[in-house]
Each structure stands twice: as C-alpha cells, then as structure tokens.
C-alpha cells in the first residue's frame, strides 16, 4: 500500500510542498528576481504591506468582488437550477446548453469578448443604450473607477453562472418527487418548498462548492483583471494577485510579491475555514 502511494506522495511534495515552502522563505528577502544579491531583512516586507495604499485598495477590491460575485452567482445558480428541474420549459434543454458555454471557454476570450462589449464607442453596450435613447447611461465601462470593478465582476458572473448551475441541477434531480408531492398535498408553494426541502436536502453540496467557487474566484479575478484592465484606472481594479504578479515579475520585488503571496496564502485559509464552520449542519438524509 505504501509503495502504491509513493509516486503520488513525491508529486504532491516536490509540485506543492516545496513551493509553498519556497514562498515563505522568499517572503523574509529581498531580491528583484534576477540579482544574484539576496538579503535576509525578516518581517519587513509584511511591515511595509501595512503602509501601502495600493496593497489595501487590492485587498479591499478582492474582498468586494468575491462578496459580491458569490452571492450572485450562488443566488441565480439555486434559482435557475430549480427553475430548470421543477418546471417544465419548453427547451429547457437549449438554455442550459447556452448557459454552459462560457464555462468551456478559455478565460482569455471572455475578456476579449466583454472587453469588446464594453467599448466606448463601439460596444454592444453603448450601442444598445444609444439606440434606446439612454445616451445618459452610456459609460466608460473599463476605465470609469466608479464602475469598472463592477463591469469585471459581471464577467466573472456570466463565466461560473452556467458550471455552478448544472451541479445544482444534478443535486436537486436527485431529491425523491415523493417528497415535493407530499409537501404539495399539506399545501406548501413552490418558494416554500425550495427554502424548506430542496435547500437542506442538498446543503452538503451547497457548502462544498460554496469554498470551491471562492477559492476560484480568486485566480478568476487575476486572470480577468490583468486582460481587461491591467488593475486600471489607477489601481482602481488591482486585486491582490494582480498587485502580487506586478510587485513580484514587472517592479523586481521578488521578495515583497512572495509576502503579498502569503498573505494571500493565509486569506484563502481562513475564508475557507470560516465559511465551513459558518455553513456546517447536520446532514439530512432522504
């Protein structure tokens, strides 16, 4: 048995172990990267992150978009879910193809398409607002401060919307009809039925991927903020692995990019803590 987990235990070491351990140890130097020049100055960079602006504006935008983008992503995947499971839509099929697609795209060409969406001059969504007459609404999506992290995290939205709703969909299916026709017969509604049976029947899954899609969403967020906005306009859209990758790979502060990588390191790990002891329940079997 043990020499069956070998090769994997040697995996997980050298690709995630040593790794990490190696972000720990660089976050205590400073080093541009490329120097062979290193010097042990301990905790100074976590001091250093304490005065930097920008670090608490991309620590306060990455809390904002995964508030924000969980809760709407969660809220409309439930609704959806049990929209296409208990009622009967003709071609229920079809929206749940067309709902899926954006899952199976590289995140790369969802930032082209809602970064061509969100032109100026010639976006849809401009476009569309000067054709209702709303010129007054028409805005600088990308490079307004006041709404561009708002237009990032609807691109993060249309992307998980459609994954996170055919798991729920899967679950829900699961759920014996017996048990929506009893509560039918004692005259529960619909929204009564989904808060007080489909809900706790599949609270395990909920929660599960409740962690999964935070701890997503914040690789999600790098990837659409450096192809979207590069953290623009003036750091307005900067989140904290975007200001990590810029700190660490553009400005040659290696070792401050590792600190700010260990903060991120402590942050997933105690999101994901809190919101498995925040959602845990007793599990109710059926």
Not at 101 to 123: C, H, K, R, T
Request: glycine letters at 6%.
């Amino acid at each position: 048995m043990l020499v069956c987990l070998l090769p994997a235990s040697v995996l997980f070491a050298v690709f995630m172990i040593v790794p990490t351990v190696n972000v720990f140890r660089m976050s205590l130097y400073t080093w541009s990267g490329f120097s062979p020049d290193m010097r042990f100055v301990g905790l100074d960079n976590f001091r250093h992150l304490l005065d930097d602006q920008q670090f608490v504006r991309a620590f306060q935008n990455t809390i904002a978009l995964l508030v924000v983008v969980t809760v709407v992503t969660m809220g409309m995947g439930l609704f959806l879910a049990a929209i296409m499971t208990r009622q009967r839509l003709r071609g229920r099929n079809l929206y749940r193809f067309v709902l899926y697609i954006p899952n199976v795209l590289s995140v790369v060409v969802i930032a082209a398409i809602f970064s061509a969406m969100y032109d100026q001059e010639n976006g849809l969504l401009n476009g569309t607002l000067r054709l209702l007459s709303l010129d007054g609404l028409q805005q600088v999506w990308l490079g307004d401060q006041k709404v561009v992290l708002y237009s990032v995290a609807i691109a993060m939205v249309w992307q998980s919307l459609g994954y996170y709703m055919v798991l729920y969909m899967s679950s829900m299916a699961g759920i014996p009809e017996e048990l929506y026709e009893a509560s039918a017969l004692d005259g529960a509604s619909p929204a009564r039925q989904f808060f007080a049976l489909t809900l706790p029947l599949i609270w395990e899954n909920l929660r599960t991927t409740l962690t999964f899609f935070i701890m997503s969403a914040v690789n999600l967020s790098f990837v659409l903020v450096r192809a979207m906005t590069g953290g623009g306009p003036d750091g307005s859209s900067e989140v904290l692995l975007s200001y990590m990758y810029k700190q660490a790979y553009t400005n040659s502060s290696y070792g401050y990019g590792m600190a700010i990588g260990v903060v991120i390191f402590a942050f997933s790990f105690l999101v994901s803590l809190l919101v498995s002891r925040a959602t845990r329940r007793e599990p109710l079997q059926f």
